[in-house]
């Protein structure tokens, strides 16, 4: 190395619940651990909606995105790894020695033996409503996201989507607000097909194939909106006619448009958005390692549930690197020895209470 800087055993990119689980599965093989995270906060993608009831993470009962995002960044520090917030990474050397040099578009540098991405789908941005004037609402009752359902109660509610979100939000708003319209482009919804039979079931207006049209506001407050039909090319025609809705709330799930930034120059072998990985996560370049969203394989499960295992999966891998002669997993935390001042904490928390 070319500088006295402080050498990690494992770097991990991204503040999800890959990276997130990665950072507490990487303290449990006693690897000295960095996670970096672009953003101020640590989360991902979760803190982007708060409010949904999350169902789907094995051995936990339903609760609120925003708690599960409180449990796992309290999980990733159990073994006191370093974190770092704000910095965007940019540059990726490997120096002769092996040692990677990371750099941040702020220009700081770390030093890693191994890296873990787990950015997601990179940068994200919520996919905004195409129409003419419609950033004239939004800092009133045009929506993209929810972060307190409250403001919807007696409310008369447009959803336009068809992806889980809007499905989810469906489901969650129909509870409260005085009626609740759906509309999406497509006959079939992307949803999880569960979920949509109990949208469909549970008094929400369907409309498909539909869109908007057009807005209609006093300053900065929408009034209603027009939807109307497309054909089946998923286009409006001459005959095409319009259905005008009057609405307290509009809300816009289109979907999240990602940007990798310069990571994609790397030389990660990748199909679309995310990059290739084997069973073990290991990408095409030495000691690089992808779990979550980021990694692309053939058996891959985008769940939270999935990005966990990616994440244990990606950091054996790392240890191997770095030890070849490591054991190939970590020991179960029944098991643990690095557990142990932690159970007997945990114990006496319970007798206490």
């Known amino acids: 190395m070319t500088q006295a800087l402080e050498l990690f055993d494992v770097t991990i990119i991204g503040g999800g619940p890959a990276g997130?689980?990665?950072?507490?599965?990487?303290?449990?093989?006693?690897?000295?651990?960095?996670?970096?995270?672009?953003?101020?906060?640590?989360?991902?993608?979760?803190?982007?909606?708060?409010?949904?009831?999350?169902?789907?993470?094995?051995?936990?009962?339903?609760?609120?995105?925003?708690?599960?995002?409180?449990?796992?960044?309290?999980?990733?520090q159990t073994f006191d790894p370093?974190?770092?917030?704000?910095?965007?990474i940019t540059g990726l050397e490997r120096l002769a020695d092996g040692t990677m040099r990371i750099t941040s578009a702020t220009g700081k540098q770390h030093w890693s033996q191994t890296l873990i991405l787990a950015i997601g789908h990179g940068a994200l941005k919520l996919a905004k409503l195409n129409?003419?004037?419609?950033?004239?609402?939004?800092?009133?009752?045009?929506h993209y996201t929810i972060t307190e359902l409250?403001?919807?109660?007696?409310?008369?509610?447009?959803?336009?989507?068809?992806?889980?979100?809007?499905?989810?939000?469906?489901?969650?708003?129909?509870?409260?607000?005085?009626?609740?319209?759906?509309?999406?482009?497509?006959?079939h919804f992307n949803g999880l097909e569960r979920n949509v039979r109990r949208m469909k079931a549970s008094g929400v207006k369907v409309l498909t194939p539909y869109a908007i049209t057009?807005?209609?506001?006093?300053?900065?407050?929408?009034?209603?909106?027009?939807?109307a039909p497309l054909n089946a090319d998923g286009e409006w025609t001459d005959e095409t006619v319009q259905e005008r809705h009057a609405v307290d709330a509009v809300l816009i799930n289109h979907?999240?448009?990602?940007?990798?930034?310069?990571?994609?120059?790397?030389?990660?072998?990748?199909?679309?958005?995310n990059f290739n990985a084997d069973e073990k996560l290991a990408t095409n370049l030495p000691g690089v390692y992808v779990a979550g969203?980021?990694?692309?394989?053939?058996?891959?499960?985008?769940?939270?549930?999935?990005?966990?295992?990616?994440?244990?999966?990606?950091?054996?891998?790392?240890?191997?690197?770095?030890?070849?002669?490591?054991?190939?997993?970590?020991?179960?935390?029944?098991?643990?020895?690095?557990?142990?001042?932690?159970n007997r904490a945990f114990e006496l928390v319970e007798e206490r209470s």
């Open 20 to 76: 997130l689980y990665a950072a507490f599965y990487s303290g449990m093989r006693d690897l000295k651990t960095k996670l970096i995270e672009a953003r101020e906060e640590l989360g991902g993608r979760t803190l982007m909606y708060p409010e949904k009831i999350v169902w789907d993470v094995g051995g936990m009962a339903p609760a609120r995105a925003a708690q599960l995002t409180k449990l796992m960044i309290q999980q990733a």
């Open 82 to 88: 370093t974190i770092v917030l704000g910095q965007q």
């Open 131 to 142: 129409l003419s004037g419609a950033e004239n609402y939004e800092k009133e009752n045009l």
């Open 150 to 187: 409250a403001i919807f109660r007696d409310k008369r509610v447009l959803i336009s989507g068809g992806g889980d979100s809007a499905v989810d939000w469906a489901n969650e708003l129909v509870r409260i607000a005085s009626s609740v319209t759906l509309v999406h482009r497509r006959e």
């Open 214 to 227: 057009d807005l209609y506001g006093n300053g900065n407050r929408l009034d209603a909106v027009s939807i």
């Open 255 to 273: 979907g999240l448009r990602g940007d990798l930034g310069p990571i994609v120059d790397w030389g990660l072998a990748r199909e679309d958005w």
């Open 293 to 342: 969203d980021t990694a692309n394989y053939g058996s891959k499960l985008y769940l939270i549930a999935g990005a966990f295992t990616d994440a244990a999966l990606a950091v054996n891998s790392a240890m191997l690197y770095i030890k070849p002669d490591a054991p190939t997993r970590a020991q179960v935390s029944s098991h643990h020895s690095k557990f142990d001042d932690k």
